[in-house]
């Protein structure tokens, strides 16, 4: 069956320490996937996005995803954490089904970063 | 350049009032996508237009829940009667849905509380 999973639920990093989000998937075929975040009280904002091409995709604020087919895995790095980088933090992906491209979330991870 | 629009971005109502929520999609977007977040259940997609029909309804809850699109830059969720059940945050999501690309791209959402 399709579907993204998140392993952590939460993680807890200093400032300044690097950051590695998990995300794995299950799908038939080649993926697009994406990275939300999620503030407090806001909604969820584009990271990035992978749909074909170079496996190391960069993003907004800082952020990476490198996607691996070998481990189904399209994980979210952060060389070093910034205090406003604690949020929710949603892997995505494109599946079509029942004719249109339906996008499948993770559990999503929370964030939070310790001065 | 204007992202999703929603409002109101806080409702409070009490059980058994008409509630209905507004969203405004990117210029140019023709898919609109409601979607529910709760604690116990995450990000539920309640429906689907694209090009202003209802393509996919499987996820409104009940009868209870409706919406609408009457033009290509707007929709309504409307949920008459609610119930405290309904307590939850409410966002849409607009994109371009062609058949190579797809990124969808979130309001800011409304929470919704049902005394």
């Known amino acids: 069956a399709q579907s993204v999973t998140q392993p952590d639920i939460h993680i807890t990093v200093s400032e300044g320490a690097s950051l590695e989000l998990r995300c794995n998937y299950s799908y038939g075929a080649t993926p697009y996937l994406f990275w939300y975040v999620q503030s407090p009280g806001q909604g969820l904002q584009l990271l990035l996005k992978?749909?074909?091409?170079?496996?190391l995709v960069q993003g907004i604020k800082g952020f990476e995803a490198e996607f691996k087919r070998s481990q189904s895995s399209f994980n979210l790095r952060k060389p070093s954490v910034h205090w406003s980088d604690a949020a929710e933090y949603f892997c995505?992906?494109?599946?079509?089904?029942?004719?249109?491209?339906?996008?499948?979330f993770g559990a999503g991870t929370r964030l939070a970063v310790h001065p | 350049d204007a992202g999703v629009i929603q409002s109101p971005r806080h409702e409070v109502t009490e059980m058994g009032q008409e509630v209905t929520l507004r969203c405004k999609l990117i210029?140019?977007?023709?898919?609109l996508f409601w979607y529910r977040q709760t604690m116990m259940r995450g990000l539920e997609l309640l429906i689907y237009?694209?090009?202003?029909?209802?393509?996919?309804d499987s996820g409104m809850p009940e009868d209870r829940f409706s919406a609408k699109m009457p033009n290509a830059s707007f929709s309504t969720l409307k949920i008459q009667p609610s119930e405290p059940r309904d307590s939850a945050v409410y966002f849409c999501?607009?994109?371009?849905?062609?058949?190579?690309?797809?990124?969808?791209?979130f309001g800011p959402g409304t929470r919704l509380t049902v005394l």
């Open positions: 237009f694209n090009n202003n029909v209802p393509i996919d």
């Open positions: 992978y749909f074909s091409g170079d496996t």
């Open positions: 995505a992906m494109l599946m079509f089904s029942g004719g249109y491209n339906k996008l499948i």
């Open positions: 210029s140019g977007h023709n898919s």
């Open positions: 999501a607009s994109s371009f849905q062609d058949r190579y690309t797809d990124t969808q791209y």
